[in-house]
């Protein structure tokens, strides 16, 4: 089951839900409204190995090195 985030229109809490496949209506966990809506997320990526030359400086910024 994907996780998605979503943010109450009413509250605006900000909240992460496990959905089903299925069309399950969302509840927003604080104040029980069914307004929400799904936030764009982006994910987060990790290069394994060390073999990132890019980013072997310390101020490459991106949190490796």
Do not use: T, W
Not at 20 to 29: A, G, H, M, R, T
Not at 30 to 38: F, G, P
Not at 44 to 53: D, E, R, T, W, Y
């Amino acid at each position: 089951m994907p996780l998605y985030e979503y943010k109450c229109n009413d509250c605006q809490f900000e909240f992460e839900e496990l959905v089903s496949f299925s069309n399950e209506q969302i509840n927003c966990p604080k104040c029980q409204s069914q307004n929400v809506s799904k936030k764009i997320s982006v994910f987060a990526s990790h290069v394994s190995g060390g073999n990132n030359k890019s980013c072997e400086r310390k101020d490459c910024g991106a949190g490796f090195g």
